[in-house]
């Protein structure tokens, strides 16, 4: 089976009673879900090889060159803001206690206390300054201090779907009893409509196994909301997957919007679910207009070293003259056959209450985003 990014899965657990209270009497930073969600990834090796929030040589070499600072290949930043005056007792060296809702969810070995350029972070990150794109806007919200350091996991976060959350070493062993050698990734944030169907089944084509793994966390207005993405991908599963050669879980992180750099970032995640291949689609994890339709396509010629083999998806459409769903490279046809699968059009045709056409989603899929009197982030 493929090795996790950095050649060892990262396990930073503690189910010790004793640093549950010590953490009690420490001083406390209280987190959000998204916060608590990732520190949980963390803890588990989703974001091996990481075993902490990163300090400051980590943090510039990321924004910089796109690497840690032993030259693997990462993209994101993961780090954790605070107030001065939060941390007014909090000294490099000290611990500091990581509360979710009055409970003790981690600690946090303090290394390291800097300050950063917010306007910088935002463009190395996502290739602009403008409030108007969410993940600048995120960073212009944080705090002005980040905290590096190893952290102890001492208790998961609430999930609302326990029955699709797996960790790396859980879809590591469910891969290995199927017999994947080669598993294929797909990163999602929507309900599924026929395009994202071929590409999936086209790429399970090469590979032993499909690995479905919607996004669950803070998302934009007008994304489909995380039980609508769950409740669709469930029908599709139920009617048109083979259930020895597909299967799901999710991934519990924020959207950060940052396209090529995440496009990176999300292939080394599935890398660390087990995964061989991962598909980049068209406009991966872009938002607006802030990104070129291929660039999270082109990233990956920086990073031969990745370890995972990116699969490229550049156009599809459903082809009158055809008969079906295909791509520019098979179909000899002109764009007056064509229907191109618009995610605003879909969109649009939803929020009238109208099912898309059989050429665009399945009609169990249309009725299942449609049984929500508000299936859209608002």
Not at 85 to 93: P, S, T
Not at 226 to 236: F, H, R
């Amino acid at each position: 089976m493929i090795k996790p990014h950095g050649g060892r899965l990262v396990d930073r657990i503690s189910h010790e009673e004793r640093l549950r209270e010590e953490a009690r009497e420490m001083p406390r930073r209280d987190l959000t879900l998204d916060e608590a969600r990732d520190l949980a990834n963390i803890g588990h090796g989703v974001f091996s090889p990481l075993e902490g929030y990163m300090c400051r040589e980590d943090f510039e070499v990321v924004l910089e060159e796109g690497r840690l600072a032993n030259d693997l290949p990462w993209t994101i930043p993961i780090v954790i803001d605070a107030d001065r005056d939060e941390i007014a007792r909090v000294l490099e060296g000290d611990t500091l206690a990581l509360f979710y809702e009055g409970r003790p969810l981690g600690i946090l070995d303090v290394e390291e206390i800097f300050s950063y350029e917010k306007k910088r972070y935002a463009e190395k990150v996502f290739k602009t300054t403008s409030e108007e794109h969410p993940g600048v806007a995120r960073i212009y919200a944080k705090k002005d201090h980040l905290l590096g350091g190893r952290i102890t996991l001492l208790e998961d976060p609430p999930t609302n779907f326990p029955r699709y959350k797996l960790w790396p070493k859980e879809t590591r062993v469910l891969f290995r009893e199927r017999g994947w050698r080669t598993v294929v990734g797909f990163q999602t944030r929507n309900a599924p409509h026929i395009g994202h169907e071929y590409v999936q089944k086209t790429a399970l084509t090469f590979v032993d196994g499909l690995f479905i793994n919607p996004l669950i966390g803070k998302k934009k207005r007008g994304d489909f909301k995380d039980e609508v993405i769950i409740k669709t991908y469930e029908v599709l599963f139920e009617h048109y997957y083979p259930k020895d050669s597909a299967t799901m879980a999710v991934l519990e992180t924020e959207m950060r919007y940052a396209g090529p750099r995440e496009a990176i970032f999300h292939a080394i995640i599935r890398k660390n679910f087990g995964c061989t291949h991962f598909i980049v689609g068209r406009d991966h994890a872009g938002v607006g207009n802030f990104y070129g339709p291929f660039e999270a396509q082109e990233i990956f010629d920086y990073y031969p070293d990745l370890g995972i083999v990116p699969m490229f998806f550049k156009s599809f459409f459903h082809c009158a003259k055809c008969g079906g769903v295909v791509n520019d490279k098979i179909c000899p046809h002109g764009p007056e056959h064509h229907i191109n699968f618009s995610g605003t059009k879909i969109r649009e045709m939803l929020l009238r209450g109208e099912r898309p056409p059989e050429t665009m989603m399945r009609p169990e899929v249309a009725e299942a985003i449609l049984s929500f009197d508000h299936p859209f982030v608002e």
